[in-house]
């Protein structure tokens, strides 16, 4: 004879019915998914979910607001690490380990909640996220001396960038997290122009990878191998539990002081990087300097060139300015000249016409006297 089956506690039926609900709404969607699907995979009636969260929207913001309290919680684990290089390497292995290990859950998370559910969104989510980050660049903007009215804007293009890379991470699955992370790490640290070709994680961040990839389980919650409430319907499906790779040896788990002595070490490399491109940079503004100067030495150079010219025009502009004057001189000269010529023949003429007149006149006279009077 069978063992009769144990009737479930509302607790445990409440606990059924939201992970049954997680795995639809990560297949399906919150409008893919029906009250008639969750209690038929619960084997359980409706009336049963309208009692324990009142609708669909009930039980879809019960697994919303666990899914983002769970990534907020390791985001914000992760940012509480000395030094900004760290915060940022544990903040993206923090969000690639729960896409990792909650691919049900950051799918819904990554879906736009429905309005009717009154939940946030993965939107609302990442701005909680950037809230934290914002914290972070305001003491660095202050440290280096950017303007930490800005923090904001680049917090949200920081969290950006790692949530993008997560959803596109959730399909492909490679490379390995640790990787990616270095990666994302890589291009948000250094920039397009300081890329690192061979980019590793800080050893204290490697540690923490170990011990994301192996967690060890809580003392409240239940051992994985422990016994599990039974429903009265067919259990909802869960992957089935990897098998853990051993850690590598070259890699053992690393203890607090390691990691204080392994931060300090990157420190220190740190700041030997900032010195050498402080250094670049002021070798640049030297280069710059120069090439300032030159371009400067160049234009007066030109300057130069250009008034020397201009004199030289103005000089041959001058020059012919003074022959013409000396051209119209002369022409007025001539023009002078032909009228004192013409007045001088006029008078020739004019003396030549008198002296022939006085010579008519005494030939008249003379003929007058030799003629016989009556």
Known sequence: ????????????????LIQISRTLFAEKGF?????EEIAATANVSKPVVYEHFGGKEGV????????????????????????????????ALALLAYVEENSEGFRILVRDSHAASGTGTFASLINDIASQVEDVMVDEFVERGYDPQLAPMY???LVGMVALTGQWWLDVRRPAREEVAAHLVNLAWNGLTGLDPNPRLTAASRGLEHRLAHPQPR????????????????????PEPKEPEPPPE??????????????????RELKNQEKLRERELKEQEKARERERREAEKLAKDLEKIRLREQRELEK??????????????????????????????????ARAAGDGRRHASSVDAGREKLEPSE
């Open 1 to 16: 004879m069978s063992e009769p089956r144990r009737r479930m506690s509302g607790k445990e039926r409440r606990e059924q």
């Open 31 to 35: 409008d893919g998914t029906s009250v």
């Open 60 to 91: 879809y913001a019960v697994v919303i607001d666990r899914e983002m309290q769970k990534l907020l919680s390791l985001v914000t684990e992760a940012l509480s690490a000395s030094h900004s290089l760290i915060k940022l390497e544990r903040a």
């Open 155 to 157: 917090a949200q293009m």
């Open 219 to 238: 003392p409240s919650e239940p051992h994985p191998s422990g016994p599990r409430p039974r429903a009265t319907g067919p259990e909802p499906k869960e």
């Open 250 to 267: 070259e890699s053992p788990p690393l203890t607090e002081k390691e990691i204080r002595e392994l931060e300090k070490a990157r420190e």
């Open 316 to 349: 041959v502009r001058e020059r012919e300015y003074r022959e013409q004057q000396r051209l119209l001189r002369e022409q007025e000269k001539a023009r002078e000249r032909e009228l004192r010529d013409l007045e001088k023949a006029q008078l020739k003429e």
